[in-house]
């Protein structure tokens, strides 16, 4: 002890055993993968997060075609809970929709997101449903559509502020009313619309996403309490 004082601590290594599988992965991957497959569908995956102490998260998606806003309330931010919110969504389409859908997921380097066999394959059939690819480390403005989605959420639930009081039905409300907001982009129709156009009708339904009028939108936490 009397000679503590005189050695440096030695630095903690991070492991990188999480990250093993990010090869064919990047970002760079992503684009040259889409880029001779213009037909897929692009969704964006990430997490919103309440407070310290909180147990739930939001994993949030964009469709990127579309702009659709969909979401699943986890009771934890563990891979395991982000391939069951992915199984419900292969259950409640079915696998085909679900591969036409989900035909590339484009997300961030978060430890929830490291499974992906879980990810990829089916637990049901094991046949390969999607291929999930991962932005650059801190380069969120690389899925920047559903950065600018949680910038409408955070309206609705702060940052800051707890979300363990949330259920699925409405992270579904709020998910609908931010579909509802009429957007320039769109031609001034809402995400709600325009996605009805592009994807079938059922599938908006079955991704919890319901019409709401634009002029009755709500975009305060009042909406959820």
Known sequence: LQKAVR??????????KGYINRIDRTYNDYLDFITDRPELNIVEMDIVQGVRGDRKCILTFVCIKSNLLFSRLLNNQRAEDVAEALDYYEKTLGIEKFKKFFGVILTDNGSEFNDVHSIDFSPYTGEKLTKVFYCDPYRSDQKGTIERKHVDMRLIIPKKKSIDFLTQEKVNLMN??????????????????????????????????????????????????
């Not at 050695?7 to 990188?16: A, D, E």
């Not at 009028?213 to 959820?224: A, D, I, K, R």
């Open 7 to 16: 050695y440096k601590l030695k630095p903690v290594r991070r492991s990188n």
């Open 176 to 225: 609908s009313h931010i579909n509802a907001i009429l957007r320039p982009t769109l031609n001034n129709i809402n995400t709600y619309e325009f996605a009805k156009f592009i994807h079938n009708r059922q599938i908006i339904d079955d991704l919890g996403i319901y019409f709401i009028n634009p002029t009755q939108v709500v975009l305060n936490s009042s909406l959820v309490r």
